[in-house]
């Protein structure tokens, strides 16, 4: 038996292409349009909460029997973007390489729990956080098997 991961870096979204800086993006027309082409059943689905990935699930072909909503895999928090719409009315607190390498190395530990089970793992997150996990150079709306 063995655990099967897949991952996705969200369609386009607005931060993207230079439309619009505010914080929690949106998905631009073009990355909708992406997320048609996704398509796939999973067991689990891990989704980052900030609206991109989100939305990138609602508007693709995606299933899962189980769907989590993982603070986890969120973006690193660079920017006032990579805060959720909740988080807005807070003030901008950069995340440390500790911060966000402490997140990381969490969410690889709670993956570890699926290692000896025959389950498929989908996990919808961002650039920077899979770069984070060792997954480099993923286009917007690309989905790859890890290794």
Request: proline content about 2%; overall charge negative.
């Amino acid at each position: 038996m063995m655990c099967n991961l897949f991952y996705i870096r969200h369609a386009e979204s607005t931060a993207n292409t230079g439309e619009d800086d505010c914080c929690d993006a949106m998905l631009t027309k073009n990355g909708i349009n992406q997320c048609k082409n996704l398509n796939g059943e999973f067991d689990i689905i891990f989704v980052s909460p900030l609206r991109r990935t989100l939305m990138t699930l609602e508007n693709s072909q995606l299933k899962g029997k189980e769907v989590y909503v993982e603070p986890l895999i969120r973006e690193r928090i660079f920017h006032e973007r990579d805060m959720m719409m909740s988080e807005k009315h807070l003030p901008l607190k950069l995340e440390t390489d500790e911060e966000f390498y402490g997140r990381v190395t969490a969410f690889q530990n709670k993956i570890k729990n699926y290692e000896m089970q025959n389950v498929s793992i989908l996990v919808i997150s961002h650039a920077y956080y899979l770069s984070g996990l060792g997954i480099w150079g993923m286009k917007n709306a690309e989905l790859r098997k890890a290794n």
